[in-house]
Each structure stands twice: as structure tokens, then as C-alpha cells.
């Protein structure tokens, strides 16, 4: 495993940013508020003080809502040497993802992505095995001008497990928040769900800088980013692998 170093790393913390919170303190925070939506800040405290005889003020606890919940400002943003994966900073963001999400009810977890269907493209990005890493032969024209993306959303719920929509142009930003919208209208994404997406930019950054803050606030959805370099951990990347057969 490679040491910390200024030059290798995404440099980010990981879940939280609060001295002496650990990750359970932010998972029995969450699920607090998920037993009571309408819970008032002095019950939150009174938990914590009974559970972890920690004592928390009132505006600690608005303050968690509304700048330092869970995965809140944890965006991940990879780093251009690829051992990274192997550093320390990695590995334990890792640790973290895997011990909060082995503690929710993975029906409540929904998977998210897109990708790029423009012939060559299709050989290195979507046809690679997240898995083994390995790229089938792929006869394609690489001059080709068509171009489509894929969205789609896969979840363990048994009524409507996924969401997918296919576009005759490039995806971008806009278009992906359309698409969460059309899984909040569908059933896919609903209250008190975690939606898991890796750290492309058209989920975090430019027109959906606030998506994070919008489906915490106004639809209790739970926006959480995969750590750097894992796409093996979205399943969902299977979907993909599979489509193109």
C-alpha cells in the first residue's frame, strides 16, 4: 500500500468532518431522522447522550442537516496516478463505504450511471469488465457520428427494480438530473433511499453542484459518491457489460 503523499490521492476526508464523529455516530444520526422525520432537535440530543453519553446542542444537530450529514461535501475527485487506488487514503475511504452501507437496508440502496455509446467508445469504456479489468475484441467504425447514452438506476425493490432511458445525443449534466427526477416520479427512488453514483462530473459538479442538497432537503434521498477508482463496487456496471453482448 502506497503512504499518504501530497502527490498521489484525491485528498478528501471521507464521511463527515466532524472531530471525534465516527462513521456509526453518522449512521445512527441518519437513521434517527429516517424512524422520525418530525423528530425535534432536543430528541436527537437526548439519544445521543442516552446511547453514547456524547452531549450535542441544538446547533450541532441543525448543523449536521444542514452542512456535515452523512457523506455531506465528501465528494471524491480521483487523481491522475493511477496507484492512488492502492494508497492509504483510498483504502479507508473504502473501510467507510463498506461498513455504512453494510449497516442500511440494502433495499433502500439504488445504483445510478450513464455511459457513452459512440462506436469506439463503446470498446474501452463500456465493453472493460469492471471486474477483471479485461476488454473483449470489438469490431467497430471509429469515424462513426452516431451517438447515444444510456441512463439507468438498479435497486433490490421488487415492484420496480430498475429505471433506464436511452437518448440520441450526448448525456450531460442537465440530462441526468432529468433522468433522477423521472426515478423520483417512477418509484425507483423514493423517501429515505441512498442513490450511490461514482464521481463523474455530470453528478456532482456544474448544473448539479446542489443535487446533493436538493434530494436530502426536498426528497430525503440520500446522494453518496463510490470511492475513487472502485467501479467494480457499482453493480450496475454489469448492466452496462451486459447490454453490449
Not at 473504502?94 to 439504488?110: I, K, W
Request: with cysteine.
Amino acid at each position: 500500500m502506497i503512504p499518504p503523499s501530497i502527490n498521489r490521492g484525491h485528498h478528501r476526508k471521507g464521511v463527515g468532518s466532524i472531530v471525534g464523529f465516527t462513521i456509526e455516530h453518522h449512521i445512527y444520526m441518519y437513521k434517527l431522522y429516517l424512524w422520525n422525520p418530525s423528530r425535534p432537535l432536543l430528541g436527537y440530543i437526548e439519544r445521543f447522550h442516552n446511547k453514547y453519553n456524547i452531549n450535542l446542542s441544538e446547533s450541532f444537530v441543525s448543523g449536521w442537516f444542514k452542512h456535515r450529514g452523512p457523506f455531506k461535501g465528501t465528494m471524491r475527485l480521483t487523481s491522475k496516478f493511477p496507484p492512488a487506488k492502492d494508497s492509504w487514503e483510498c483504502c479507508e475511504l473504502v473501510h467507510q463505504y463498506f461498513m455504512f452501507m453494510s449497516s442500511v437496508d440494502h433495499r433502500n440502496v439504488v445504483f445510478g450511471d450513464e455511459k457513452p455509446f459512440k462506436e469506439i467508445e463503446i470498446f474501452d469504456r463500456v465493453r472493460r469488465d469492471p471486474i477483471t479489468g479485461i476488454v473483449p475484441a470489438l469490431v467497430c467504425n471509429a469515424n462513426s457520428k452516431n451517438r447515444y447514452n444510456i441512463f439507468s438506476a438498479i435497486s433490490l425493490k421488487k415492484h420496480i427494480p430498475i429505471c433506464s432511458r436511452v437518448i440520441e445525443e450526448n448525456g450531460d449534466a442537465v440530462m441526468f438530473c432529468q433522468f433522477v427526477s423521472e426515478c423520483i416520479k417512477e418509484g425507483i427512488l423514493v423517501r429515505g433511499d441512498i442513490f450511490v453514483v461514482d464521481n463523474c462530473s455530470i453528478h456532482t459538479k456544474s448544473d448539479n453542484e446542489v443535487l446533493q442538497d436538493v434530494l436530502w432537503d426536498e426528497f430525503n434521498i440520500l446522494l453518496i459518491t463510490l470511492q475513487p477508482y472502485h467501479p467494480e463496487l457499482n453493480p450496475i456496471e454489469q448492466i452496462f457489460h451486459t447490454v453490449v453482448e
